[in-house]
């Protein structure tokens, strides 16, 4: 079974065609893609014994990210011996843990600005939980995990480093840079799900291969050993590590660029494309889209509140058709509406000129040199806007 979030609402993929769950149900599930993993099991039971009616042609420009809203999003890194040890790491003895912000999780095909960094990129196969549970044997972990999904790990190398300590998390939730689709495949769809291919290539050269039997903590032994710790929550995701071939690691080190197109693609699930394009700084939204032409939409800079489209003019169309954009944020702003919520931004919170280089040795890696300060444009805060497609 493949689950998809098209436009916003949940489906099921055959084939190349989708059929609307809540329309097929009678509305016994809804349309949001997030809230069917409180009720998986109960899900799979009704897809199992139910007779889905001829789906509709879909564009794949519309698919969004099949876990949108994780309570929780777990990452792993250095779970691939052969990235440890390009990265000058030894193998870890247990996962090691850090998050990405739920901000950043954008869909299977998207346009991501590229910040004022080096920003690298990382394929990896995501599991997301089915049913919550803490303290579960890695015997049973599979029945915990609803299905697998394709993402990537996209990191600022330059932010990661620029503190005394590394910025994982900060650097890996810039809007964005946790692309995940194109679907959720349910595990009873694999062969073996411990055993699958991933790849990605920028321009059509491939520069990460391997396969996900080559996992230090397999998805099993991270169920368990998470849960160990805290309890996991349906809908939770797990990143769970890149295989080597990252651009940090390359000599000389390489990083994405301005129209850059980074493919990934992992077997049994399917394929993401991210087009990258120069940071905008010039107070206008870059409209998404895949093998679209760029759009703009000019913001006010001086606005004390950016308004959805159709709010005070055309009408606002149905809610299940929303749109996420980026834009800049002035830092006097004093709060932005994000999908329905309000989200405060304390004026004081700004970026400086620029940071102070900071060096971080670590002895015989990759990592050990000095890394140059991040500059960044003051009130270069990043926000999110909902816009309603008419």
């Given amino acids: 079974m493949r689950i998809a979030n098209l436009s916003g609402r949940l489906t099921l993929?055959?084939?190349?065609?989708?059929?609307?769950?809540?329309?097929?149900?009678?509305?016994?599930?809804?349309?949001?893609?997030?809230?069917?993993?409180?009720?998986?099991?109960?899900?799979?039971?009704?897809?199992?014994?139910?007779?889905?009616?001829?789906?509709?042609?879909?564009?794949?420009?519309?698919?969004?990210?099949?876990?949108?809203?994780?309570?929780?999003?777990?990452?792993?890194?250095?779970n691939y011996r052969a990235h440890a040890d390009e990265s000058g790491f030894a193998a870890p003895r247990s996962p090691a843990v850090f998050t990405k912000f739920v901000s950043s999780i954008a869909g299977p095909c998207s346009q991501v600005e590229l910040p004022d960094g080096d920003i690298d990129w990382e394929i990896e196969l995501v599991a997301v939980i089915g049913k919550a549970g803490y303290r579960i044997d890695e015997e049973i972990a599979w029945s915990h995990v609803a299905g697998l999904t394709a993402g990537q790990d996209i990191s600022d190398r330059r932010l990661q480093m620029v503190g005394s300590v590394p910025q994982f998390s900060l650097a890996k939730s810039y809007p964005g840079f946790t692309p995940m689709g194109p679907w959720l495949v349910t595990v009873d769809e694999f062969d073996n799900p411990d055993d699958l291919e991933l790849s990605c290539a920028i321009n059509g050269e491939q520069m990460q291969k391997g396969r996900t039997s080559e996992l230090i903590f397999s998805v099993p032994a991270l169920v368990a050993q998470l849960s160990a710790v805290l309890p996991l929550l349906p809908g939770d995701v797990i990143f769970t590590g890149t295989p080597a071939g990252v651009g940090l690691a390359r000599n000389p080190q390489r990083y994405l660029q301005d129209g850059a197109v980074?493919?990934?693609?992992?077997?049994?699930?399917?394929?993401?494309?991210?087009v990258f394009v120069a940071g905008n700084r010039n107070g206008q939204v870059e409209l998404p889209g895949c093998d679209r032409p760029r759009r703009r939409l000019a913001i006010p800079a001086t606005a004390g509140r950016v308004r959805r489209h159709g709010e005070g003019g055309g009408p606002a169309d149905d809610l299940r058709q929303q749109q996420a954009l980026r834009f800049r944020v002035p830092a006097d702003m004093p709060g932005i509406r994000q999908h329905r919520r309000v989200s405060r931004m304390h004026p004081s919170f700004d970026w400086a000129d620029s940071f102070r280089t900071e060096t971080f040795l670590r002895s015989g890696n990759q990592f050990g040199k000095v890394h140059p300060g991040l500059v960044a444009a003051q009130g270069g805060l990043y926000g999110r806007v909902t816009r309603l497609r008419s």
């Fill in 262 to 274: 980074l493919t990934s693609n992992i077997e049994g699930i399917g394929d993401l494309r991210q």
């Fill in 13 to 78: 993929v055959t084939d190349d065609t989708a059929v609307d769950v809540a329309e097929v149900s009678d509305g016994r599930f809804g349309p949001d893609v997030q809230s069917v993993y409180d009720r998986f099991d109960e899900f799979r039971d009704w897809a199992a014994v139910t007779m889905l009616p001829a789906g509709e042609r879909f564009d794949p420009a519309e698919l969004r990210s099949p876990a949108p809203a994780p309570r929780q999003l777990f990452a792993i890194g250095l």
